[in-house]
Structures are given as structure tokens and as C-alpha cells.
């Protein structure tokens, strides 16, 4: 294994490997389908004359993300002849996700409404599966020393592709239309199949359940054994905590500065897009010289500060540099703050049974977002624009002084 001492010219070929070339390709199909089911599907219910009530129902077509870890023991058991255990299913998965998009392209919203809700529910429980699949790939394809530039791969390659399914797929319907765009993201969800039979299968490490109850039970055994294993899921649960719920109030926040929706949109999503692509690729060269626990500390505190950033941002007039370099601060610290969690996440995880456990891992990272970020309305409205920043900031700090209790395993 590389060591972060080694010369340059050593890791940078790193960047180079099929392994980690293979983790941005899956994470480009792994991030392609996610808006397709969300804000693209919004937009085409809207179009087809849906009222809002229902559009609203449609969110729940999104828990296949949430309870991926149910059926991850599937993923740990079997494996599909001849493809191996993580590139046979990727394949299979990849395919079905193309069929049930291109079935979802010849719904029609308007007049089976429940029909197009069955086939969207299909959508996100394949892409759920492809996620689970992804994880377990990429997991044990690379070494621990890996694991965040990996991630950051990953993560960008994600990105990109929500950003094609999101605002491509926005645009090109306008043009030809939602049955075109959904059919076009089909071919292309196709074409992840065609990539993953030339993924390398990683050697599967020790021997993988016998039967299919041990792949359920055995995982959670095995994680839950080890001495840190609750300080391991609480560090997970707060390490972004702040980040995340300052994030679920950015745009509120943006207009109530007086920021117009068109420089929201040009500074904020635009230019903080390829901020966050530059951190990500940052962040994992980064993690490659100093080790992850450093990277955890180092990135945890730019977060913090980033954060607070934006409480100075209610002390100034509204200023679009000022916007721009709070908004390339954020989002840089962000993309590198996501590389280190994430390898973290996948260095935690026995590559026995990968699938299950990240899977696990991963529905806890989504908890902030989904949970403890609903009351961000009220506590933004209760104290105030400059003490909620202040306050998001320093929930950081609870998650960098779990790292302490990690330090002599993690370095």
C-alpha cells in the first residue's frame, strides 16, 4: 500500500487507476437517476396540470433511499455467475433502472396517476440498489488509504450527474419534451451496464455469509462488537450537523439579504457548483498527504468557519463579490469536508459485508437532513439570521471532539 510519505510521482498515478477512474464513472450513474424521481418529475407532474397536493405526495416515492439497508444483506450473499458479487448485481441493477425509466417515460401523468407512482417508487428502488452496490464496489476495490480520494471521485462524479438529469433533462424538455428527456436518461442509465462489465470484481475478503440469515444478523454483530462502535455512529450523526442545517435554510436566507433569484442562481448554484467539484477533488488529494483523521479535523474546522461566514454576510449590504467569495468558501470546505466523511464511512465498514453496513452507515448520514434540519425554520426565525449561523458553526464542535477518542486507531 502507497503511503502518504511517498513522493508525488507515486500517488498522483493514483488518479490514473481503473479503480479510481471506476469510482467517478459509478458515481455518475449513481447520481444520474436521483432528480429524476424528484425535481424533474415535479416539473412534468406541473406541466401534465397536477395540483400540488399530490405533487407533494410524490416525495414519497423517495424512501427506497432511506431503507436501502433492508435488503443490502441480498447484495452480501449472493453473488450473479460469472460477473462476481458487486459487478454482477451492479450490471443486472443498472439494466432494470434503464427498463423502468423508459417504462416511466410513456406514462402519462395527468390520467394514471397511481400508475406513474408505482414506476417511479421502481425507479428509486433500483437507484437505491445502485447506490448500495456502488458503496460496496468502491469500498472494497480500494485500499483504506484510498478511501477519500475515492470518495471525492465518487462524490463529484455524482454531482455531475444530477447536475445532466437536472438541469439537462430541464432543458431538453423544452425542447422535445419529458417522454424524450426520460427516454434519453434511459439510454444513458444503459450505458452504466456497459461500463460496469469493465469495472475490475474486487477479491471478496474472508468468506461472505453462508446463509442468508447470518448476512442479515452477522453485520450488525460484527460493527456493533467493537469497542467505539456507538461513538462511531454518534461522530456520524453530528460531524455535518451544522453544515446540513445551515444548508436547508441558504436560500431563505439569500433573499431575505435582497439577493435577486437570478443572482441566486447564477453565484449560488452555477459558480458554487464548480466550487464544490474543485473541493472535492481538493480534499481527496489532500486526504492522500496527511491521512484521514488529520483531513476530518482540518476539513471539520473549515466547515465550522465557512458557516460562520455567512453571519457576517447579514452585517454588509448586499454585495455580489461578498456573495461569490462566502458562497466559494462554503462550497469548497464542503466538497472537502464530504471526502473525508465519506472515506471515513467506508473505512468503517468489514468488507464482508459492505452492502449492509454502508448501507446502514450511509441512512444515518441522511438523518440531519431529514430530521434534526426540520426545525431550521424556526430556529432561523426565532434568533435571528446572524445567531443561526453563529449557532450551525458551533455544532461542529461536538463532532471534531469525538475525533479525539478516535485518534489512536484512525491516524
Known amino acids: 500500500m502507497t503511503s502518504a510519505s511517498e513522493p508525488a510521482a507515486v500517488w498522483y498515478r493514483i488518479y490514473f487507476t481503473r479503480r479510481i477512474l471506476g469510482a467517478f464513472f459509478t458515481g455518475f450513474y449513481g447520481g444520474l437517476p436521483l432528480l429524476l424521481t424528484g425535481s424533474v418529475l415535479q416539473a412534468w407532474l406541473k406541466q401534465e396540470g397536477v395540483d400540488l397536493a399530490t405533487i407533494g405526495l410524490y416525495a414519497l416515492v423517495g424512501l427506497p433511499y432511506t431503507l436501502k439497508f433492508l435488503w443490502a444483506p441480498v447484495f452480501d450473499r449472493y453473488r450473479i455467475r460469472h460477473y462476481g458479487r458487486r459487478r454482477g448485481w451492479l450490471i443486472l441493477t443498472q439494466a432494470a433502472l434503464a427498463l ?7 406514462s402519462q401523468p395527468a390520467l394514471h396517476p397511481i400508475l406513474l407512482a408505482g414506476l417511479a417508487l421502481l425507479v428509486t428502488f433500483f437507484s437505491a440498489s445502485q447506490d448500495t452496490l456502488i ?4 469500498r472494497e476495490s480500494l485500499s483504506d488509504y484510498e478511501q477519500g480520494l475515492g470518495a471525492s471521485f465518487y462524490v463529484n462524479g455524482y454531482r455531475l450527474g444530477m447536475l445532466l438529469a437536472s438541469g439537462g433533462g430541464l432543458i431538453l424538455a423544452d425542447l422535445w419534451g419529458f417522454t424524450f428527456v426520460y427516454l ?7 450505458s452504466g451496464a456497459m461500463v460496469s462489465l469493465i469495472l475490475p470484481e474486487p477479491e471478496e475478503a474472508g468468506h461472505r455469509p453462508k446463509r442468508f440469515a447470518a448476512a442479515v444478523i452477522q453485520p450488525f454483530i460484527q460493527f456493533f462488537e467493537r469497542q467505539d462502535a456507538w461513538w462511531i455512529l454518534l461522530f456520524i450523526l453530528l460531524y455535518k450537523m451544522g453544515d446540513t442545517i445551515a444548508g436547508q435554510m441558504s436560500t431563505p436566507f439569500y433573499l431575505d439579504m435582497g439577493y435577486s433569484k437570478t443572482e441566486i442562481g447564477a453565484i449560488v448554484k ?5 466550487a464544490t467539484l474543485i473541493g472535492g477533488f481538493v480534499g481527496g488529494t489532500l486526504i492522500l498527504r496527511v491521512g484521514i483523521y488529520r483531513a476530518l479535523w482540518q476539513f471539520g474546522i473549515l466547515q465550522a468557519f465557512s458557516t460562520a461566514a455567512f453571519a457576517a454576510l447579514t452585517q454588509i449590504p448586499p454585495q455580489l463579490p461578498a456573495l461569490g467569495a462566502v458562497i466559494c468558501f462554503e462550497n469548497l470546505s464542503a466538497g472537502m469536508g464530504t471526502a473525508a466523511f465519506v472515506g471515513f464511512m467506508a473505512s468503517q465498514t468489514d468488507r464482508r459485508f459492505t452492502a449492509t453496513q454502508y448501507a446502514l452507515l450511509s441512512s ?3 438523518v440531519p437532513r431529514v430530521l434534526i434540519a426540520a426545525p431550521s425554520g424556526w430556529m432561523a426565525s426565532s434568533l435571528g439570521w446572524w445567531w443561526f449561523f453563529l449557532g450551525c458553526s458551533l455544532l461542529a464542535i461536538p463532532g471534531l471532539l469525538l475525533l479525539i477518542r478516535f485518534r489512536n486507531w484512525l491516524r
Do not use: C, E, N
Open 184 to 190: 434519453l436518461m434511459a439510454a444513458v442509465m444503459l
Open 100 to 106: 423502468a425509466l423508459a417504462l416511466l417515460a410513456f
Open 364 to 366: 444515518l448520514m441522511g
Open 270 to 274: 452555477l459558480f458554487g457548483f464548480w
Open 135 to 138: 458503496d460496496a464496489w468502491r
